[in-house]
């Protein structure tokens, strides 16, 4: 007996989906995507770090001067005013020397003055930077949140759609074997048929 072209005929190789493979590449780029969006939230919370560190730091300094500060316009216009008078009145030695010493007076003050508004400028300055990054950070987990969804989202097509494959090839080669079956037993058939025929006939005669 002949073998059935149904029963030598191989297997097929299983291609890839194309909805799977397209699946896969949406899935490497948004994981890409997701590695970056933490990748950036990680150095936002090492500047905040760096940021609430150095509040902390200027926040004592502001509190070491307890005193309140002059006003920095009013001394530079003290000193102006004296600089004036010892370069256009004719005075003493003793009166020249006097408004130097005020002179000093006031530049000590001033510079007092300086350093403390320096210091709660920059206490004020960290503190908007400190809440400017709080923001970027909640922006970012927000979006690494919308990344780990879209992820889901893709991975679960991709196991439902890989199911779905599966399945077909599973069922595929016992229908191929059911079919391949069927032609043999039918041939058997025919020739068991054939072979009766013949014996039935050699009787008769």
Known sequence: MKPTAAADAKPTEQTENPKAVELKKQIESEKNSRLSLIIGAKRLRHKLAYKQAEFETFSKL???????????????????????????????????????????????????????????????????????????????????????????????????????????VRHEPHHERTKAISLEDIAIMKEAKGSDEESSYIDTN
């Open 62 to 168: 502001n509190e070491m001067n307890k005193e309140k500060p002059r006003n920095i316009g009013y001394l530079k216009r003290q000193k102006e005013k004296l600089e004036f008078r010892i370069a256009t009145e004719a005075s003493t030695l003793n009166s020249e020397k006097e408004l130097i010493r005020k002179i000093k007076a006031i530049d000590e003050d001033l510079e007092k003055a300086l350093k403390s508004y320096k210091v709660k400028r920059k206490v004020e300055l960290v503190a908007g930077d400190i809440e400017e990054l709080k923001k970027e950070i909640d922006a970012q987990e927000e979006k690494i949140k919308v990344s780990n969804l879209k992820l889901d989202e893709l991975y679960s097509a991709l196991r439902a759609l890989s199911g779905h494959r599966q399945k077909q």
